[in-house]
């Protein structure tokens, strides 16, 4: 359950990375990279701090995945820009999905809660950032006008504290995502 | 003794990089971002390319003391800035110390006195060139008339001297890191 | 022997590196700091996602070579200037040998080959993106007009498909390492 969540974050991420790519005039190659860092960046940045090996490394979805993101993109991009307003939910529901489980793990790591809460802000966030420098631009993490990272470490910060008093689990990875992705929402309105 | 000298360079090149989001008109948000990778980024590197999680994620000063520090310049900037001088010379305050710190914690790794400068360069420079990266701006570091990369290698060099002769400890890297900042200090002028 | 050629790859990345230091007008230290990450950069980023400490941490052949390589374009680089078109060979050469033992390297420490391939492509492009994005251009990998990941590409999944149907070692090495060159080399002109 929580990998076809996972997959689903992973797929969203992409797709924006491979939109920016579109947007700066990349080839289809550049548009796989772009798609593929910004998918699995931010998991990838969590697993290196934490002393694992990225998942991103066993796991053949966290490849495929994102190349197949590319290819509709590629193909119909006409198309997918016109949902952009729906791909922007889905943002939404991968930056809180990543935030939960980015902070899960971390914790299931053994670290303190206010440092899982950071690498769970890392998780969602880092592939955006990488996104934007590898695009040339100045990452928009950094103007937080559309609140993007307050609503990472709300969620972030949720996880933390159901984790703490024992609420652990799928559900609770959900219900801090869902409060995430509320206020990413409401922000983006 | 060495933690409390850590934390006044993460707290020195934290303020470096929220001054960094103040020129460059960040939120609050992306000054502290800013503000934590400046200061913990070097020691990041360090600690990942060493193959140990970051210090940063098992310390709590690591990730307060930056967020403090973005906190002070975020509602007196003004007056930070007057003191800016004053900040340069902790900032090579900051420099020389992580120098020799990020050189010793490489030798007793077991790295090489070759490898270990290295790594103790790297974790000098290595917030400031993320600082610069993550705002759009080409690395200092490269354009080096304001020698920052020389002392850094002065000060790694000579702590790494000295623990081969045998001179290790507090004493050591003070001397090292000294000497570093007297170099940077001399460049400023 | 693949030592050797391992640092034959090193040395013509890190004269690139530090070719693009002087079209950027660095001066020597930017030169070499430039020259340094463009020629480990890839490998740095696969020994990272492993798990393991990077090799540029354990032989000094890793840390030297490149820093001679910065010494001679500062001092000769209009004669290196001029011998650029059989660099662009030796940079073909380097991408070639690197998605070749990048992918090997992986496969030995048993990812799989869908894996390895994307690792070993990263050992090849990773140092010239980080070059890039030092310079603040944006990474020419994105623009694959000029062929340079799909050579990587095409050469690791040679490695791995040799690897997987037994032929393993050298020959397989210079196998892959060749026919990568060879796309790139006809990609050139």
Avoid at 20 to 46: N, Y
Avoid at 54 to 61: I, K, T
Avoid at 74 to 86: A, E, G, I, K, M
Avoid at 152 to 166: I, K
């Amino acid at each position: 359950m929580t990998w076809v969540l996972d997959l689903t974050g992973i797929f969203v991420f992409a797709i924006s990375g491979a939109l920016a790519g579109v947007r700066t005039r990349l080839d289809v190659v550049g548009m796989a990279v772009l798609a593929f860092f910004t998918a699995v960046g931010g998991g990838i940045l969590r697993d290196v701090f934490l002393g694992v090996q990225p998942a991103a490394l066993h796991d053949a979805g966290y490849v495929l995945v994102p190349l197949v993101a590319a290819g509709i993109v590629f193909f119909w991009h006409p198309q997918v820009t016109r949902l952009l307003p729906s791909i922007l939910i889905f943002d939404a529901a991968g930056l809180g999905l990543f935030c939960a489980t980015g902070t899960e793990k971390a914790l299931l790591f053994g670290l303190s809660p206010l440092h899982a809460v950071l690498l769970g802000v890392v998780t969602a966030v880092g592939g955006g950032v990488l996104r934007d420098v590898l695009s040339g631009q100045r990452p928009t993490l950094l103007y937080d006008r559309q609140l993007y990272a307050v609503p990472a470490f709300v969620g972030a910060f949720t996880l933390a504290a159901l984790f703490e008093f024992g609420v652990r689990g799928p559900l609770a990875v959900l219900a801090a995502a869902v409060l995430a992705f509320g206020l990413r929402f409401l922000a983006m309105r």
